[in-house]
């Protein structure tokens, strides 16, 4: 994207997104950045976003931001959402009989991040450059076995569908 090959969307990435208000993106710089971010590790990634506020990165920034110019924005925007929602994989969960509204205040990454340090074993070290489409395969299936049910598979879809007829 924008000449930048993209890594595997991963929970670091999602992190630095939201840190620097790149979610949703909005403009031709505000890509930029974002891919600059998605195309490297997160520690690359945060180094990245960090020294883009010196005036430096800046004028770097604005340097590729007049390189590309010539791009359609609408079209890089419209990959650049097919490439978030292609990370977002996630795992069909049943629904509970009885509606519960959470009550954790924590925002979701970092309760994603405590579960699948304490429960699933993920490393401080390597959780970062995980993808995230596997973070949450890891969760749901971690919650399945804790709970004995949770991700809906194939069986749960025919069963449904006899159902229903």
């Known amino acids: 994207m924008l000449g930048r090959p ?3 969307l991963s929970y670091g990435h999602l992190i630095l997104l939201n840190r620097f208000g790149l979610d949703p993106i909005m403009d ?4 930029m950045f974002a891919v600059e ?3 490297r ?3 690359e990634g945060l180094e990245f976003a960090t020294g883009v506020f010196t005036s430096m990165g800046l004028r ?3 340097r590729k931001a007049a390189s590309t110019m010539a791009c359609d924005v609408s079209l890089a925007i419209k990959a650049w959402a097919e490439y978030i929602e292609a ?3 996630e795992p069909e969960f049943s629904k509970s009989d009885e509606p519960v509204a959470s009550k954790k205040g924590a925002p979701f990454l970092a309760q994603l991040r405590c579960w699948l340090l304490t429960r699933c074993n993920y490393s401080p070290d390597t959780i970062m450059d995980t993808p995230y ?3 949450l395969w890891d969760y749901g299936t971690s919650i399945e076995e804790l709970q004995g049910f949770g991700i809906v598979g194939e069986r749960h ?3 449904e569908e006899l159902l229903r007829n």
């Open 87 to 89: 990370g977002y994989n």
């Open 157 to 159: 879809r025919a069963i």
């Open 41 to 43: 590790t997160y520690s």
């Open 60 to 62: 770097e920034l604005e």
């Open 133 to 135: 489409s596997q973070c």
């Open 37 to 39: 971010i998605c195309s």
């Open 6 to 8: 993209l890594r595997p």
């Open 28 to 31: 031709l710089k505000g890509l």
